[in-house]
């Protein structure tokens, strides 16, 4: 099955894109993803690490899920966490040189 880009005119498609991107677009949640960078981990490891406590950072780690961004396993009482498709990571470094870019910009219009 080949995916071709959006179809601007498609809007399940278009509300799909939105859906995913709104459910990175949120500074816990951005947290989280750079915190998953390493790779699988535990709930009881996420909370500490971004701060905030367990059941604000479970309700961001569901969001991410449901939209397909994150995957979950559950051993025991433990539940574990990791990025269910690693192409987030490249939409993350993207966003990063835009915003290297535009600082630059900024700068050169300061100076």
């Not at 998953?36 to 479970?58: D, H, K, M, T």
């Not at 979950?72 to 433990?78: D, I, V, Y």
């Not at 987030?88 to 300061?110: G, N, P, W, Y």
């Amino acid at each position: 099955m080949k995916l071709t880009r959006t179809d601007p005119k498609d809007p399940k498609a278009l509300a799909w894109r939105a859906e995913i991107l709104k459910a990175m677009a949120q500074p816990t949640r951005l947290a989280i993803l750079e915190f998953l960078r390493g790779g699988e981990e535990c709930v009881c490891r996420i909370f500490p690490a971004i701060g905030g406590n367990q059941p604000n950072i479970s309700k961001h780690l569901n969001l991410m899920k449901k939209a397909g961004v994150l995957e979950s396993r559950q051993e025991g009482t433990m539940t574990f966490y990791w990025i269910k498709d690693t192409r987030v990571f490249e939409i993350l470094d993207l966003v990063d040189e835009m915003m290297r870019r535009e600082t630059r910009e900024r700068l050169k219009a300061v100076g």
